[in-house]
């Protein structure tokens, strides 16, 4: 990913934060000597070393996990919130538009999770994850067991461990003050929610947050 220096972010738990927040990700490996992309809800570990672990599965009859190999990297995209920068909402007259965004790339070997216990525990972790914000959270202790399994018969757990992260914070950082305030103030406008998390990022980097 090409970053410039004043958009470079390299503080790991940042950037596990977006994982966290924005985790339906773009997973790329190389099979057969062309680039393959899943889209897929990754669980970030941020305990599971020194950047963290990604947790994920896909369907069996997915062939993109046939290529997991302990030498061969993948890259995890993470599109964090985004949008368009008019530039009438500049104090510089002289601007032209651009879009501000924060991303991240999450390198390392997939491993995959054969033994039955540990996909189970992968499943039950995702579901929590995504469960915990409703009232009555569903777990998989809904289902009954022989169905349960026929289902994950049809999936390939596996972890990433994170060997190296990238993260692009564009957010206007190399614009003056006012054009910052300015292009906030434009966002808001929208009500749109993804304008206004976009907006708390970019007054995070102001605030020297981020």
């Known amino acids: 990913m090409y970053i ?13 934060g977006l994982m966290a927040d924005y985790g339906f990700a773009s997973l790329v490996t190389v099979v057969d000597g062309a680039p393959v992309a899943s889209h897929l809800p990754l669980l970030v570990d941020r305990e599971a070393g020194e950047f963290g672990s990604l947790i994920g599965h896909m369907a069996r009859n997915n062939p993109q996990w046939r290529g997991f190999t302990e030498d061969a990297e993948a890259l ?3 599109q964090g919130p985004h949008g368009y920068i008019s530039p009438s909402w500049y104090a510089s007259q002289q601007a032209v538009p651009t879009w501000n965004y924060a991303a991240v ?3 390392g070997a997939p491993r995959i999770i054969e033994d039955h216990g540990a996909v189970l525990a992968v499943l039950e972790r995702l579901v929590a994850q995504n ?13 009954a067991t022989e169905f349960r399994d026929t289902q994950m018969r049809g999936i390939v757990a596996f972890e990433i461990p994170i060997s190296r992260l990238e993260g692009k914070y564009k957010l206007g950082q190399n614009k003056p003050d006012a054009d910052r305030r300015g292009a906030a103030a434009g966002l808001r406008v929208s009500g749109d929610p993804l304008a206004m998390e976009l907006v708390r ?4 980097v102001d605030n020297g947050e981020s």
């Open 76 to 78: 995890a995209i993470f």
């Open 201 to 204: 990022l970019m007054e995070d």
């Open 4 to 16: 410039p220096r004043h958009f470079a972010e390299d503080h790991a738990p940042t950037l596990q």
């Open 131 to 143: 469960e915990s914000a409703r009232p009555t959270p569903w777990s998989l202790d809904s289902l």
């Open 105 to 107: 790339h999450a390198y």
